[in-house]
């Protein structure tokens, strides 16, 4: 394996006696992961049913091995968003955040999704994601993936992290940073990096990296946790960007982590975590787990403690807060939730026809002919270019309501009232896959009512069909078709 001479070097003194070790990881195959949906199935139900054997991927409990020999993108499971195909070391930083329902979440440099889906997952449709990509083709595929892991409660947005920070000061319970790199934990997985390398080393990510990780800081809530992380070894764009984040935020402190096979460099700054492929059964990666203290206002200005207000004090703090809320809507475009706008006649009549599922605190609103979702307690601007608010409902036509596909994947079965499910194994499963017509078996139709009907495998939705006398007229995305 030819490396580049200079990061050759840096990783004989990095490494010492283990640097032979790590060149023989190259000869090696590169592991292959999923990482269950647990907004959908549970961990320990889906190694019921799982298809390929699986092997625990040890920092996290939703993370499995699987084999390269599986075809994990071609069965139905994965296109129900059972699971995300992701390389093994890369699920640590979204289980090192911890999201918690009902939490503010921001993944700031999110696409293509594999840990923004893990963390809007685990809000478990309580709370609010923000998944952010400064490339807007980026954010597309980063969209695409939340939708089809069936998660609404988030807004997907395309800026810099200097403009995100001036409208959501302080806002976000937990941030995320998997900062842009020079990928040197990933020469063995994707060896065309060595050449982007030469380019565009440490040296260009470094300087890059703090001005994110600044502005990560900015937006994140006293109390509040950050992790940063990288797919890289370089000491430059790990430990020295944390470090220079701890000495231009003393606000900011690091909580040491632990993770299986992980190792630090205590003596630069321990605590920290490096995944090095001669050690772990994944690519190289870094994290670093950090919170900002509580003991400080978050109002500007003032040399008070929060724990030293009185109540009619924090009230009015409390106010503040809802107020800036209040003007960020009005700058939205998107109604106020005092004042909703009249919920279109079409949703009304598909939403008790077709559903059970009620969006109770939703705000239902539209723009142009879409509908939209926003959920509770979530904040926009118009000055923010956003690809998503909330959950999209599906359009208002003159003929009617038409549903999502990101309606279907948000939803459980036992919340539509018109629905049919196959078996992964049945043949038409597949078909429906493929965008083409399906029949129903006469005791199917007979249980089947006509009109939009939720198709599911297993129990669990793919899309959408219109079903007329036991033929289900497919309604299933075309741009997600099985090929």
């Known amino acids: 394996m030819e490396l580049p001479e200079n990061f050759a070097e840096n990783m004989k003194e990095l490494l010492g006696e283990a640097y032979p070790a790590y060149i023989e990881s190259f000869e090696k195959e590169s592991a292959q992961g999923i990482r269950v949906n647990t907004g959908k199935i549970s961990a320990e139900e889906f190694q019921k049913?799982?298809?390929?054997?699986?092997?625990?991927?040890?920092?996290?409990?939703?993370?499995?091995?699987?084999?390269a020999d599986d075809a994990v993108t071609k069965h139905p499971y994965?296109?129900?968003?059972?699971?995300?195909?992701?390389?093994?070391?890369?699920?640590?930083?979204?289980?090192?955040?911890?999201?918690?329902?009902?939490?503010?979440i921001l993944d700031l440099c999110a696409a293509p999704g594999g840990k923004a889906t893990e963390l809007g997952s685990r809000l478990a449709e309580m709370g609010l994601l923000v998944a952010n990509d400064v490339s807007a083709s980026r954010a597309k595929a980063l969209l695409k993936n939340l939708e089809q892991h069936g998660i609404g409660n988030v807004c997907v947005c395309s800026e810099t992290p200097e403009k995100l920070k001036d409208i959501y000061p302080e806002y976000f319970d937990r941030v995320l940073v998997d900062a842009p790199c020079s990928g040197e934990g990933m020469f063995r997985r994707e060896p065309a990096m060595k050449k982007a390398y030469k380019v565009h080393g440490p040296a260009y990510?470094?300087?890059?990296?703090?001005?994110?990780?600044?502005?990560?800081?900015?937006?994140?809530?006293?109390?509040?946790?950050?992790?940063?992380?990288?797919?890289?070894?370089?000491?430059?764009?790990?430990?020295?960007?944390?470090?220079?984040?701890?000495?231009?935020?003393?606000?900011?402190?690091?909580?040491?982590?632990?993770?299986?096979?992980?190792?630090d460099l205590p003596e630069k700054l321990a605590g920290c975590v490096r995944l090095?492929?001669?050690?772990?059964?994944?690519?190289?990666?870094?994290?670093?787990?950090?919170?900002?203290?509580?003991?400080?206002?978050?109002?500007?200005?003032?040399?008070?403690?929060?724990?030293?207000?009185?109540?009619s004090d924090r009230a009015a703090l409390e106010l503040g807060r809802l107020c800036q809320e209040k003007q960020a809507r009005?700058?939205?475009?998107?109604?106020?939730?005092?004042?909703?706008?009249?919920?279109?006649?079409?949703?009304?009549?598909?939403?008790?026809?077709?559903?059970?599922?009620?969006?109770?605190?939703?705000?239902?609103?539209?723009?142009?002919?879409?509908?939209?979702?926003?959920?509770?307690?979530?904040?926009?601007?118009?000055?923010?270019?956003?690809?998503?608010?909330?959950?999209?409902?599906g359009e208002?036509?003159?003929?009617?309501?038409?549903?999502?596909?990101?309606?279907?994947?948000?939803?459980?079965?036992?919340?539509?009232?018109?629905?049919?499910?196959?078996?992964?194994e049945d043949a038409r499963t597949v078909r429906y896959l493929k965008g083409e017509t399906v029949t129903?078996?006469?005791?199917?139709?007979?249980?089947?009512?006509?009109?939009?009907?939720?198709?599911?495998?297993?129990?669990?939705?793919?899309?959408?069909?219109?079903?007329?006398?036991?033929?289900?007229?497919?309604?299933?995305?075309?741009?997600?078709?099985?090929?």
């Open 49 to 67: 049913i799982s298809p390929f054997p699986l092997a625990p991927v040890p920092w996290t409990e939703n993370g499995f091995y699987v084999t």
């Open 78 to 104: 994965y296109y129900a968003g059972l699971y995300y195909v992701q390389e093994p070391s890369a699920m640590l930083p979204a289980a090192l955040l911890g999201a918690k329902p009902g939490e503010r």
């Open 205 to 263: 990510y470094a300087p890059l990296q703090r001005e994110i990780a600044d502005a990560a800081t900015a937006m994140l809530r006293p109390g509040g946790r950050m992790v940063f992380s990288t797919c890289t070894f370089s000491v430059e764009e790990n430990e020295e960007t944390v470090l220079a984040l701890l000495k231009k935020h003393p606000e900011m402190r690091l909580i040491a982590a632990e993770v299986p096979g992980g190792a």
């Open 276 to 311: 090095y492929p001669h050690s772990v059964r994944g690519e190289g990666h870094f994290a670093a787990v950090l919170e900002k203290t509580a003991k400080e206002s978050s109002c500007t200005g003032n040399d008070f403690r929060v724990e030293e207000l009185s109540e």
């Open 330 to 393: 009005m700058r939205s475009g998107i109604p106020d939730r005092e004042k909703p706008e009249k919920t279109p006649a079409q949703w009304q009549e598909f939403s008790e026809r077709y559903l059970k599922k009620r969006f109770d605190g939703w705000r239902i609103f539209s723009l142009k002919e879409r509908l939209y979702a926003l959920p509770p307690g979530a904040s926009l601007s118009r000055e923010l270019r956003y690809l998503r608010t909330g959950l999209l409902l």
């Open 396 to 424: 208002c036509r003159q003929h009617g309501f038409e549903p999502s596909q990101a309606l279907a994947m948000f939803l459980k079965q036992s919340e539509a009232k018109n629905s049919i499910s196959f078996a992964a």
């Open 440 to 483: 129903l078996t006469e005791d199917e139709a007979d249980r089947t009512a006509d009109g939009w009907t939720l198709v599911c495998t297993d129990g669990f939705p793919l899309g959408w069909a219109k079903n007329r006398g036991g033929m289900l007229k497919n309604k299933y995305y075309a741009g997600w078709r099985m090929q």
